[in-house]
């Protein structure tokens, strides 16, 4: 049944056979194909220092994105070209400019994080001609450096910048004879990986293996391997899945295929809500971005995953489907406890659905973390009020970090339905919070922190919907 | 041709450049080790007892196992390493003892990496448990005064009646975290074996230490063991030691007869090699009414293992920055079930200088005083404690231009005044010094035609010591840089000394000029053709036979105090922006100005990152970086690289960094002061007291937290 991983890597077609199906790209770049350019920093997605640039066909174009090999399957590779800082040389061996402004500017020091820098500002320069300060920030806030400082690594970006001959080298023809029609099936060592390209052979599957492991981005799932040493016997992948990757626009709203990427997946919710945009530069990396999945952050059932506060405020509904159909939920009530969701055997996430925001509806989204970028949060708020006339008519109110589960703050709620917003009411509000959540503390905040931020933040949700003008975000990237 | 003046000074991209943006540098865990075989570490889950028995069945089983290393099969194969310091290292497979949390004890190895890993998931472990110390007050860590001997206690007047009869006081207790160093390339071990012969590639910052100290480990000649290390990704102090995890490799690689690769993963980083220890203060000063010091009393406590004497010992420096009639100094340790620190960019500095000038800045308050003021008040003319002049003391200068440059004359000093909307802003400075150290070196010179190339088994730890090699060859040889080339890290080359302290430029540029000289003199005699010497560099004050301790690989060093002619530092000011969120507390750093005057600057270059880098290694400690310990299991919790916060681009205020020049003739020959830790000493009081300034609160334990501002 199995049958080989044919993928393009710095333009040649490989097809590999025998390698177990959880290993990740950076071992193979690095073991078997002797690519030594690209850098283990932490096997987990978090340093940067293993960047590539994956290329994926669409309508006829080859679409390019950064994503850590450390936490990339192998088999996830399947169908696509993969680009490593080896490649970017030109035939007559010159540097690419990004290679060329970073020798020039001294982006680089003891160097190792280097080629995952210069893959990341490669990928953006290919994917944008003018590439904005804020562009250039958010492309690199997935790569550690411990040496530079980061300012010698900007100027080598802006200097690269100002370059024409920008293009990542790219063969559609070659990418085209390797794709699939039907699920990809392979196996190796005892271990099988299953990436089906139709929602039919997806639940059909999933009912032959019902243990398997779901693989969307594998932003969560690859640290189960490279860190907890799980062994995972059977995966099965969503993220070929075309029917998964789609976003519509309905009667009813926004539809977000579970295995859209976030990258995607933002760029829809912003232009639904420009709030959210803040927030979502600090969600995760680009390259954790391009690689992790709506569907995969809800369905793994985080407390502290970025996602579902605000798609909860927003009423969102969950679509969950198996081969014997298909149920909708809201989407708070898919959280039943700590890593415990309301999936049953068979089932997988299908789409998120967003229901239109009605006219009047202000929404804001707030992410407080140590770290500015790359940084879990340590609480996630997400406030969605109706207000007519200065009364709220309705109040959906959501937190990360505060609970076992994305958890909704009905006292908090209620205190507001109906009433006039104002001071008194939001201090009754503010108050209710107390009730709807007992915090732990952990390493990110104490209990008493994290309480003390979920009321101000709701405070600060008052000030920016009653006094626009008052400046209450957070402090911007140094200009 | 260059003429003399046109190289060394000028900045130059690094000559390694081209090859770090390609992917085509060698880091060690890159070279070639073909037929190699994987090893993966096990180690301890608990913190103090004894591995009572292993379970190895289930490993065994996995395909691909070759070997499984425990005491009970290699315990008598390899030695402890030597360790750095008095007192005893940590033992790993040589015993079934366990000293700490996530203690080496047993390496798998496959023929792949998933089999190793895989394989060593499946290594079931009997302990028999013991309760283990965390960290200070933990019941059951022993507190003891350091031994004399590594370090000294500087002692000047009667501090006591001083302090006792001072108008104005402060006395005050603070406290520096555990931090990792976390490079980013990680801890990585490849060993073959050719005959009797070894061959290591492992990142290393001192090749000819770990050639010799794995030989002894391993009972073999050293002249058997070759250490490479072309590139090292990141050490700041981590890679400095020998640790345990290289020996077995060496043994595993000998038991299979094949190439053993390892790559630690990030959280074994965090128990295998060593750390930052946490440090706790007492400091007293004394002033008169007008400002001058008249006691200053520093206590430190370290925190190390149980069996390790490892100590910082920050005091030699404290001591000695202002002048100060009345001083007394000490250090205690406090032995705990952890695995032994190690050095970290300004090991001594870094944690030992934040209670002082946080004390200054107190100080300065309660004598409301500008607190650029008291330190000019108090700048030393001479070094305090032996009475010696200063090489070059510029500490003063640094402070004017950085001030300048920062706009502190408009500073409303009291606490809270300045505000920016819902922004409390906050301008704080302290001083920054970090010793003048100097290492014997050798050095390899060869001259063909217009074509030069230099060996010597330095390091380029990212400092560019490539590079100012070539400039400092070119200079010499009166040949331009793209005609030089350079090997390092590698033990067939001349010896050099370890690459830390700040020491490594001074100590291979002189190496470097010494047998460029030998070459000069020979083309002087009209000997053409091809010129081959190689010379050593002695630093004065240490005798000739010191060159040969770092043959043996130990170490040799001039220290920038304790010489007999002149007490060396080089010095530095900085001046932060802090701004603290009114409602949500949360702490930015918009900018920073910082001054230093370090002596010669080979390349400026390369030089103005590596203060930068200090610098955000600076904001990074005193905001940032905290290794936590579950007090309970003596255990790292946060150990990755999404819980260690290390700064992301976006932490990085916009930094300016002031070379003020300085010519010190009096440090070494060509006046080199050395780059690599000054950035990073003092910056985090200078956060401290900027969020003083911004908020009235005085945190005097770091990192500070969010939770300090509500």
Redesign the interface.
């Known amino acids: 049944m199995t049958e080989s991983i044919r993928f393009i890597l710095n333009g040649e077609l490989r097809e590999v056979s025998g390698l ?1 199906p ?2 990740t790209l950076l ?1 193979y770049l ?2 078997r194909a ?11 997605g ?2 940067g ?1 293993c960047t590539v640039a994956i290329g994926r066909l669409n309508n006829g174009k080859v679409d390019y994105q950064s994503i850590n090999a450390c936490i990339a399957f192998l088999p996830t590779l399947d169908g696509r070209e993969v680009v ?3 490649h ?2 030109s035939k007559t061996g010159q ?1 690419n400019p ?3 402004a ?3 500017c ?1 982006g ?8 995952g820098f ?1 893959m990341a500002l490669s990928t953006l320069m290919h994917n944008c001609k003018d590439a904005k300060d804020d562009d250039i ?1 958010d492309a ?2 997935g ?12 100027d080598a970006a802006r200097l690269a910048n100002k370059s024409k001959d920008r293009e990542l080298p790219s063969d559609v023809n070659a990418l085209e004879k390797i794709q699939r029609k039907k699920m990809f099936a392979y196996e190796a ?1 005892g271990a099988k990986f299953f990436a089906p390209v139709t929602g039919e052979e997806l639940v059909e599957v999933y009912a032959q293996y019902p243990n398997a492991t779901m693989l969307a981005g594998g932003t969560d799932v690859g640290l189960w391997v490279t ?1 907890f ?1 799980m ?1 995972l016997p059977v995966i099965i992948y969503t993220g070929n899945v075309e029917g998964l990757r789609s976003i519509r626009e309905t009667a009813e709203g926004l539809e977000i295929g579970a295995a859209v990427s976030y990258t995607d997946a933002f760029e829809a919710l912003a232009a639904y809500d420009g709030s959210m945009l803040d927030m979502f530069k600090r969600f995760a990396s680009v390259h954790i971005r391009n690689a992790g999945t709506v569907g995969g952050n809800i369905a793994n059932g985080s407390p502290i995953g970025d996602g579902p506060p605000p798609l909860i405020a927003l009423n969102a509904k969950l679509v969950l489907r198996s081969k014997a159909g298909a149920r909708t939920l809201n989407l708070e009530d898919f959280f039943l406890a700590y890593k415990k969701q309301d999936r049953k055997q068979g089932e997988i996430v299908e789409k998120i659905i967003v229901p239109k925001k009605p006219a009047g509806v202000q929404f804001r989204v707030y992410k ?1 973390s ?7 949060s340590a609480v996630c708020g997400a406030f969605a009020a109706d207000i007519q006339n200065g009364k709220v008519v309705e109040a959906r109110i959501a937190f990360g970090g505060m609970a076992g589960t994305p958890k909704r703050a009905t006292h908090a709620e209620n205190a507001l339905k109906g009433q006039p917003w104002n001071e008194a009411t939001l201090q009754k509000a503010v108050a209710a919070l107390d009730k709807d959540y007992a915090p732990m503390t952990d ?4 209990a ?2 994290r309480a ?2 979920a009321r ?1 933040l709701l ?2 949700f008052f000030i920016e919907t009653t006094e626009p003008d ?3 975000q ?2 911007r ?2 200009e | 041709m260059a003429d003399d003046t046109s190289i060394i000074g000028k900045a130059r ?2 000559i ?12 060690p ?2 070279e ?1 080790a073909p037929g190699a075989v994987w090893a993966f570490l096990v180690t301890s889950a608990i913190a103090r007892g004894k591995v009572k028995s292993f379970d190895l069945d289930e490993a065994k089983a996995v ?1 691909g196992v070759l070997d499984i290393l425990t005491h009970w099969n290699v315990g008598g194969d390899a030695k402890p390493p030597a360790p750095t310091s008095k007192g005893k290292p940590t033992t790993t497979l040589e015993s079934d003892r366990i000293w700490h949390d996530g203690q080496i004890i047993a390496v798998v190895v496959a023929e ?3 089999a190793a ?2 394989a ?2 499946r290594v079931h472990v009997d302990y028999d448990e013991e309760k283990p110390s965390a960290t200070f007050g933990s019941p059951g860590a022993q507190e003891e005064k350091r031994e004399p001997g590594d370090h000294e206690d500087p002692k000047i007047g009667d501090p006591e009646k001083a302090f006792g009869a001072a108008p104005v006081k402060i006395d005050q207790r603070y406290e520096t975290p555990t931090q990792h160093h ?5 801890f990585t071990t490849t060993c073959f074996w050719q005959g009797d012969k070894l061959t290591i590639y492992e990142p290393s910052q001192f090749v000819y230490g770990l050639k010799n100290n794995v030989a002894k480990q391993l009972g073999i000649d050293p002249a058997k063991v070759t250490v490479v290390s072309r ?6 102090g981590s890679k400095g030691g020998t640790t345990a995890r290289t020996a077995w490799i060496a043994v595993a690689a000998r038991r299979l007869k094949r190439p053993v690769k390892l ?1 630690a ?3 074994q980083g965090f128990t295998i090699a060593t750390y930052r220890a946490e440090t706790r203060h007492r400091l007293r000063l004394g002033a008169d009414a007008n400002g001058r010091l008249t006691a200053l009393i520093h206590e430190g406590w370290e925190l190390t293992s149980r069996p390790s004497q490892y100590n910082v010992s920050g005091t030699e420096s404290t001591a000695r920055i202002y002048a100060c009639p009345n001083v007394e100094t000490a250090v205690n340790l406090v032995h705990a079930d952890r695995n032994t620190p190690g050095f970290m960019r300004a090991p001594p500095d870094t944690p030992y200088m934040f209670p002082l000038e946080s004390a200054m800045d107190e100080l300065a308050y309660a004598l409301k005083m500008d607190p650029v003021e008291l330190r000019r008040l108090n700048d030393a003319p001479k070094d305090p404690i032996n009475g010696l002049p200063w090489s070059s003391r510029s500490l003063m200068k640094c402070y004017d231009a950085a001030a300048e440059r920062f706009g502190w004359k408009q500073r409303n000093p009291v606490p809270g005044a300045m505000r920016d ?3 409390k802003i906050g301008w704080g400075c302290a001083t920054a010094a970090y010793p003048s150290n100097i290492a014997p070196c050798g050095a390899t010179v060869r001259l063909d035609g217009d074509k030069a190339s230099i060996g010597l088994a330095g390091q380029d ?4 010591a490539y590079t100012v090699i070539a400039m400092t060859a070119a200079q010499a040889l009166k040949l331009p840089v793209e005609n030089v080339s350079v090997e390092l890290g590698h033990t067939d080359l001349p010896a050099a000394s370890l690459a830390a302290g700040s020491s490594h430029t001074a100590s291979i540029c002189h190496a470097v000029a010494a047998a460029c000289d030998k070459v000069n003199a020979k083309r002087a005699q009209g000997e053409t053709g091809v010129i081959e010497e190689t010379a050593a560099n002695v630093p004065n004050g240490l005798p000739d036979s010191a060159m040969d301790k770092i043959n043996h690989g130990q170490m040799a060093i001039s220290r920038g105090f304790g010489r007999k002619d002149c007490t060396a530092y080089a010095f530095g000011a900085h001046f932060i922006e802090v ?1 603290v ?1 009114g ?2 507390g ?1 702490i ?1 750093t ?2 920073m100005v910082s001054a230093f005057a370090s002596g010669t600057i080979i390349n400026p ?2 030089a ?2 590596q203060y ?2 200090g ?2 290694w600076g904001i990074s400690a005193a905001l ?1 970086e905290k290794t ?1 310990i579950d007090l309970r299991a003596a255990r790292y ?2 150990d ?4 260690y ?11 300016d960094v002031l070379l003020v020049p300085e010519e010190d003739n009096a440090v070494n020959p060509m006046g080199i002061k050395g780059i690599g830790e000054i950035g990073i000493v003092g910056v985090n009081a200078a956060v401290a007291n900027a969020v003083f300034h911004a908020t009235g609160r005085r945190i005097r334990r770091l990192p500070i937290r ?2 300090d501002m ?1």
């Not at chain 1, 680089?108 to 080629?115: K, L, M």
């Not at chain 1, 390493?443 to 104490?446: D, G, L, Y």
């Not at chain 2, 590139?231 to 700041?236: K, N």
């Open positions: 177990p959880s290993m071992q690095r073991e002797h690519l030594t350019g690209t850098k283990e920093g932490c096997a987990e978090d340093c220092a490593t800082v080896e970017l040389k540097l990004v290679q060329d970073m020798v020039k001294h680089s020091q003891c160097g190792f994080c280097t080629p210069v920030q690199i806030a790569n550690l450096c411990r040496c530079t400082g980061y300012r010698p690594i900007l060592g860190k040493h062994d407080i140590k770290r500015f970028d790359q940084d879990i390493m990110r905040a104490s008493k922190y003390d931020v101000n405070k600060r008052v400046e209450t957070v402090y990237y140094a | 991209p690094r390694d450049g081209p090859a770090k943006v390609t992917g085509a540098a060698r880091y865990s890159d070639p395909p792949t990496y998933e890993r895989e060593a998931n976390n490079p980013m390339e990680l590139f090292t990704g990141g050490a700041f790559v993963t990030r959280d909307g819902d922004w730890l990212g400092t560019g701004r969120h409602r949500t949360e930015r918009p900018r270059l390369t103005y990152s930068m880098g610098m955000i940032f936590e919790t946060n990755n690289l999404a819980d916060l290390i700064p992301v681009n976006a932490d990085a205020p916009e930094i969010i939770e509500v």
